[in-house]
């Protein structure tokens, strides 16, 4: 029986927080050495990178300076309205 994979999350993962955004940088291994970056705003909304960092570091510097470069508010998506009926 093959064991389910289970990512490990970086220690470098961090909340990021510019004016009244905030949002969460995800680092997780893929499971073949390789690491996972992910951007998450205050509603879930989800921008994953397609390809694989070979390191941490190397994924956090590219979340830091997208996110310098662009500014969160590229990261931050649409605010779902609750329906009211």
């Known amino acids: 029986m093959e064991e389910e994979?289970?990512?490990?999350?970086?220690?470098?993962?961090?909340s990021y927080r510019?004016?009244?955004?905030?949002?969460?940088i995800d680092i997780y291994e893929d499971?073949?050495?390789?690491?996972?970056?992910?951007i998450i705003d205050e509603d879930d909304n989800s921008t994953?990178?397609?390809?694989?960092?070979?390191?941490?570091?190397?994924?956090?510097?590219?979340?830091?300076?997208?996110l310098r470069d662009e500014g969160i508010e590229t990261f931050v998506g649409p605010v779902e309205e609750e329906d009211e009926t």
């Open 18 to 24: 510019e004016g009244d955004h905030t949002v969460q």
């Open 5 to 14: 994979f289970v990512p490990k999350e970086s220690p470098l993962s961090r």
């Open 48 to 66: 994953v990178w397609e390809d694989p960092f070979d390191t941490e570091e190397d994924a956090l510097e590219e979340a830091l300076e997208a």
């Open 31 to 38: 499971g073949d050495g390789s690491w996972l970056l992910e």
